[in-house]
Every structure is written in C-alpha cells, then in structure tokens.
C-alpha cells in the first residue's frame, strides 16, 4: 500500500516539474509580488521586510492550495486522467496524499527562497524560531491544498471550481492582512476577518518571524490547520469521482462549510474576545517601529542641557544608534528615510510626572460620559499627540489605569506610556480622602478603598508598599499637607512616611510627597523622599531648607499650571486656559464647550467656592521654584492636569512657560521636563536625553525652544520607541 503512495507522489512529481505553469505561479509569481511589496513597502529602511515576507509566503500558500490544488484537480478529471488511474489498482487516498505532498515539495523551496532574499538584500534576520516556522508553513500549505482538494470535489466543471475558488481566494487575499494590515478596515470588517482561515495563516507567519514565536505559543491556528487538514482529506476521499460525468448535488457544496468549520469556531470566539484583533494591531505597530531614519541638520537639546547646535540622528530599531556632528553620514549607504530638520530642534519626549488620569480636565455634557470606555487611552493619546511620551498618574485607581496601560505597554493603542503610584497615601480625613463626601455610603467606601491607604501604624504602612509594589506600581505618593482654611485636613504622621519613604527605597519605588507650605516641605525631605509635588504655595522656602534639598537631590516639582488655573477659577470663568491651539487640538470632544457652558451657571459657581476660597500664591510658587533653580535644586516638571480647565495633553507647554516667565532659563526647563523627570521615575537608561543606546522618543519642533520656550507647541514630528507617530489618526484608533 505504501508503495502506492510513494509511487504516485514520485509520478505526480515529475509531472508537475515539466509543467511551467506549475513553475511560474510556484517560483516567478511569488518573486514578483516579493520585489514589488518590497518596492512599495520601502523594505530596506527596516521592519516592512517582515510584512513583505510574511505576505508572499502566505500568497504562496494560498495560490498553491486553491489554483494548484484545487483547479489542477478539476482539470485532471476534465482532461480524463483520472479515468486512467480507475482502472489500475490504485484508490482515491494516494491520489489525494500525493497531490498535497507533491504542492508541499513544491512549495517549501519558494518559501525558503524568499526568507533567503529577505536576509541577503533586505538584512532580515534568520528565522529565530525557523523550526516553528518551517513547521507552521507545512501545516499552513497541506490545509490550504486539501481545501483545494474539497473544492474540486464539490465543482461538476471547470467553471464552477473557478467561481468557488475566486470566491474564497480574493477574500482570503485581501482580508487576512497579506496584502491590507487588518487594522486600517472598519470594525465590522476586522470581525469579518477574523472568520478567515487565511487570517490566521498570516498573524501566525508574521509573528513567528517577528516576535520570534514558537508554534506553541501560535497552537489555536495550528490545530485549526491540521484538523482542517483531516476534515479535508476525510471527506474528499467520500466524494471523489474519476469521471467527468459522475456529476455531485449542489448540496454537497455545503461540505465547503464543514471542513471550514474549525476557523469559524475560532472567529466566533474572537467576535467576542478579539484578542487576535489586538495582536494583529501589535505585530503592526512592532513593524512600524523596526524602521530606520536619518533626522538631519536638526538643532539637537541633549536632554542634559547640552546643545548640538547642528546634528543628525540615526534611528533603527526603535533606537538611537549614533549621533553625528554637522550633516551626518549618506543615507543610501544606511537604507534610511531622511527627515529634513533644518531650522528646528530635535529633543527627547516630554514627561509629565504630575497627571490624574481620571479626572477629565473639565465638564462633560453627561455623567456616564466620565465612565466612558476607553477614556485612560484616549487621553494617552492626547499626550503624544502633544509630545508628552511618558505620564506619571498620581493617585488614580488601578483597576481603571491597569487595562489601560497594558494596551499601550503591547503596542496594540497607541499612547504615553503610563507610569503610576496607584492609591495615595494619606491620614484618615486627610487631604484626597474630601472627594467622595457627596458619593452614596456604599460605593464611598469602594473608592476610597481604590483610592487611598489609610496606614495607622508603620509596619502597616511598609505592608501597603510592599503590596502595591506587587501589584505593579512604578512609584508611592504620599499626602504631606493639612491644608488651609477654608479646606483643612489632618496631616499624617512623619513617621509614617519615613516608614514609606524608607520602604520604597528598599523597593526601589521613587516615593513623592505632596505639600502645600514650607514646614511640609521640610518634613517631606526629612523624611527621604524622592520628591515634593507642588512644592510650597503659600509660604516662603529658606535658603537652608534649598540647600538641604540639593544635598539630598530632592527634586522639586512646582506644579505652577494648576496654581494659574485654580487663579483663573476665582475670575468665575475659564479665562485664557481653553485658547490654546494645541489644547483645543488634544481636548475631548465637547470637553471645552461644555465646561464654558458649565462655569456660567450660578450653581457651578457656588460648587467651585472652596477652590476659589484655598490660599494657593502663583506669584509666591513662581519665586520659590527660580530660588530652588539658583540654589541648585533637582528640578522635575508636572502639571496636576486633570484639575479644572487642565485637560489632559498640552499642559507641559504652558508649565514650561510659567517657568521661564518665573525666570528659569528655558534650557533648565526643558532639563527638568526631558531628563530630570526620567531620572526621577527610574528610566533614565531607557529615556530622557538623545544618547547612542536610547529608544528613539524624541520631538522635533519647529524654531528654537531655547530661545522662544513657546516653540515646543509647534510640533514638526513625534517619534516613539522609533515610530514616526501619524498625530492625525491617533484620535482615530479603537
């Protein structure tokens, strides 16, 4: 019997190879679209060659199944060879077995022709997983051959099997992401694609070669593909006719559904979960950061306050790899794009380390709106879209920051990166604990539960650090002020913090306090903290308690955004906070025109009156912060937004201006807000400064921010983590 099998394999073989149709669609036709995706896709400049290969392989998989398998079949039956083998000794399975190994033999040598050309001219690695790849390719070509097979079971003509065959290919084609990246469809057509055998053929190809994933880890697609492979061979074996003439019901072509039926189990899971539809949009976004670019003739801000007055950048990988003087090297020579920056200034992503996530900045039109999906990302989005490509939320609830950072973190939503300190740490009837009076007693004391730790004793306070540290925070936040009338709150005990402060320090979690005057100021670096947020607003900093503060390399964060708005909140309007270009840019839909319409009713008013009454001096604040400066102060830039009028994105360029009108040169400002800010969360070796080594998240502006602090909002291109961020569709993303 085996020697049935090996002989019609060795027939099949030898027939197939004197055919040049065989050998064009297997060989000529796949190297075509291989020089034409690459062409099209700028394979040379990085990541795209990995799209480009998985493409073709998967093209190649597809037109072996359907035209070679499934149309070969047919026109074998049409041309009465089969009638031949009918009356050797001979049965339909090692008729069907040799045709997809004979597809299979044929195949393998084409795929591993393009993964060589991809390395050779393009600089694709070798395979990491290249067994799993091998493997997965094998699987991927069988399945789509024995559909092939099911095809020409189920078709009475030639002209039938085509009409079957161009039904399924060109969705397959066009809907898998081989040939249109699955997240630029609508959403409907994203589900749609995920009932696509092919879907899975392409995300499991693409991902082994890029994430170097084995075939376990991509084990759904693979059991779909080998069960789809014994549905197939099963039933063609029932249906197979030798003769032209044996004609099959029009009902037999609902068999095509059957074998079909594993990808349709798996697409209706996915309707739901759409976790495919995630790691589609990840492997995208991997892709679109394995590029490389030259930023040319740019004024380069170091980050540490160094200055090249004229530089280039090269970027591959999602890094910095080197750093030129002048004009750079040939861009040829690197396979990079070139971005022409003459006349601006490239400096790494702004950092905000002062964000609440979850408050909006404003007024929305209705109250569910402030529960909306997707808001956490959203404002992300914001941020980058302004050139902040890293937040620190302080104080906002895990459960809702959790998911949100997890998407940016994978690549799937594309976003600031989001650091956070989770629950804040304050005394009972502390500040941060006032929020929730109005809130219904049963649902209070699940927020404060989330939003606070109330520790009464110090092991109980290094408990809480350690339990949060498990849980993933980047950083502790403690409340160090009492307040003022009309708004006064009991203060925690010093002790406590040093408990915390002293804690984190073991855990390596930057911990910052949050103070209002001086004797907070001075308790907080008494203690060991990392940082003081707001600094002192309504009292001045002696210059020992500066010095003190330099020594420790306390850094100081003024926060003078917040300060400006609450002070245009006691005017009763919104004043000029809402007019910038770049806030109305970022700012929800609606945000901005609700919370105008909001602030000229009465009742708002007389709601905002504890704000307006609270002795906070942006006149005050502003001096201690240049004091701080000329001491020689660690200086670290956020902006509270989230508070009224301080909507999420653009507010690191209106604190970077208040600075400089304080009288902070702008170079020290941009210090504080790139460099200083990294070091403080911990990240200076991945972020902060342009240096070899380095992801590649930088901003390039327009002018000279150095001497025109305003030219940060003139935004010329963000990059992150090496992608060049198309601003324009980051509101667009789901």
């Known amino acids: 019997m085996m020697n049935a099998y090996l002989a019609h394999i060795v027939i099949s073989f030898k027939i197939a190879w004197r055919d040049r149709m065989v050998l064009f669609f297997n060989y000529a036709f796949p190297l075509i679209f291989f020089f034409m995706f690459a062409q099209m896709f700028k394979a040379e400049q990085g990541?795209?060659?990995?799209?480009?290969?998985?493409?073709?392989?998967?093209?190649?998989?597809?037109g072996n199944g359907f035209f070679g398998g499934g149309l070969r079949a047919v026109l074998d039956r049409e041309a009465n060879i089969l009638r031949r083998f009918k009356v050797a000794p001979i049965s339909p399975a090692p008729i069907l077995v040799s045709s997809m190994a004979v597809g299979l033999i044929n195949y393998l040598p084409s795929a591993l022709m393009m993964v060589l050309l991809a390395h050779l001219l393009y600089g694709m690695p070798?395979?990491?997983?290249?067994?799993?790849?091998?493997?997965?390719?094998?699987?991927?070509?069988?399945?789509?051959?024995?559909?092939?097979?099911?095809?020409?079971?189920?078709?009475n003509s030639m002209g039938e099997s085509q009409i079957i065959i161009q039904t399924l290919y060109f969705p397959m084609l066009l809907l898998s992401g081989a040939t249109i990246p699955v997240m630029v469809f609508p959403d409907w057509l994203q589900i749609v694609s995920q009932f696509i055998p092919a879907t899975y053929l392409f995300g499991g190809v693409q991902a082994i070669l890029l994430r170097g994933e084995t075939l376990a880890a991509n084990w759904t697609a693979a059991g779909a593909l080998l069960l789809t492979i014994l549905l197939c061979t099963f039933i063609s074996i029932k249906l197979f006719r030798w003769e032209k003439e044996e004609k099959i019901k029009a009902s037999a072509k609902l068999w095509l559904v059957a074998v079909l039926a594993p990808f349709l189990a798996i697409g209706m899971y996915q309707a739901q979960a759409k976790s495919n539809i995630a790691k589609s949009k990840q492997l995208y976004r991997e892709m679109r950061r394995d590029h490389k670019f030259l930023i040319r003739d740019a004024r380069i801000f170091v980050g540490d306050g160094r200055v090249l007055e004229t530089g280039t950048v090269f970027v591959a990988n999602g890094r910095i790899v080197a750093i030129h003087a002048g004009h750079g090297p040939d861009p040829e020579t690197l396979k990079a794009e070139v971005i022409e920056a003459a006349g601006k200034t490239l400096l790494p992503g702004l950092i905000d380390v002062h964000v609440h996530l979850g408050a909006p900045g404003g007024v929305f039109e209705k109250v569910e709106d402030y529960q909306k999906p997707g808001l956490m990302e959203r404002n992300l989005a914001a941020y980058l879209y302004a050139g902040v490509t890293t937040v620190k939320s302080v104080g906002d609830m895990m459960t809702t920051l959790g998911p949100a950072r997890e998407r940016v973190l994978s690549g799937e939503y594309l976003g600031a990166d989001l650091q956070m300190t989770g629950p804040l740490f304050t005394a009972e009837g502390g500040h941060g604990t006032e929020y929730f009076k109005g809130v219904p007693a049963a649902l209070r004391e699940r927020m404060?539960?989330?939003?606070?730790?109330?520790?009464?004793?110090?092991?109980?306070?290094?408990?809480?650090?350690?339990?949060?540290?498990?849980?993933?925070?980047?950083?502790?936040?403690?409340?160090?002020?009492?307040?003022?009338?009309?708004?006064?709150?009991?203060?925690?005990?010093?002790?406590?913090?040093?408990?915390?402060?002293?804690?984190?320090?073991?855990?390596?979690?930057?911990?910052?306090?949050?103070?209002?005057?001086?004797?907070?100021v001075a308790d907080a670096v008494a203690a060991g903290v990392s940082g003081v947020e707001h600094g002192a607003q309504r009292d001045r900093l002696s210059d020992a308690l500066l010095a003190e503060m330099k020594r420790k390399g306390v850094a100081y964060?003024?926060?003078?955004?917040?300060?400006?708005?609450?002070?245009?909140?006691?005017g009763g309007g919104t004043g000029p906070m809402f007019e910038g270009s770049l806030v109305q840019q970022v700012a929800y839909p609606g945000l901005i025109q609700n919370t105008k319409k909001a602030f000229a009713a009465a009742e708002f008013q007389k709601g905002l009156q504890p704000i307006k009454d609270y002795p906070l001096d942006l006149k005050l604040a502003m001096e201690n912060l240049k004091r701080a400066h000329e001491a020689g102060v660690v200086l670290t830039a956020g902006t509270d937004s989230g508070n009224f009028l301080l909507p999420h994105g653009a507010a690191i360029h209106r604190e970077l201006?208040?600075?400089v009108r304080a009288g902070v040169p702008a170079g020290a400002a941009l210090k504080a807000a790139t460099f200083e800010n990294a070091r403080l969360l911990g990240l200076e070796h991945r972020i902060?400064?342009?240096?070899?080594?380095?992801?590649?998240?930088?901003?390039?502006?327009?002018?000279?921010?150095?001497?025109?602090?305003?030219?940060?909002?003139?935004?010329s291109m963000v990059m992150f983590k090496g992608e060049r961020v198309n601003r324009a569709d980051l509101f667009e993303q789901k």
């Open 657 to 659: 201006q208040l600075w």
């Open 448 to 520: 404060v539960r989330e939003f606070t730790r109330l520790p009464k004793t110090v092991e109980e306070a290094r408990a809480q650090v350690r339990e949060l540290k498990a849980q993933g925070v980047d950083g502790i936040k403690v409340v160090l002020d009492a307040g003022a009338a009309p708004a006064v709150y009991n203060r925690m005990d010093t002790a406590l913090l040093s408990a915390i402060a002293a804690e984190g320090a073991s855990l390596r979690l930057p911990v910052v306090s949050h103070t209002g005057d001086a004797h907070d």
């Open 557 to 570: 964060d003024p926060t003078l955004s917040v300060l400006e708005a609450f002070s245009v909140l006691r």
């Open 688 to 715: 902060g400064a342009i240096r070899e080594g380095l992801e590649a998240t930088m901003l390039l502006v327009d002018g000279n921010p150095l001497a025109e602090i305003a030219a940060t909002e003139r935004i």
């Open 47 to 62: 990541g795209a060659i990995v799209q480009v290969v998985a493409s073709v392989l998967c093209i190649g998989v597809l």
């Open 126 to 155: 070798i395979p990491e997983q290249w067994p799993s790849l091998l493997l997965f390719l094998v699987l991927g070509a069988t399945a789509f051959r024995a559909i092939g097979l099911i095809i020409a079971s189920v078709a």
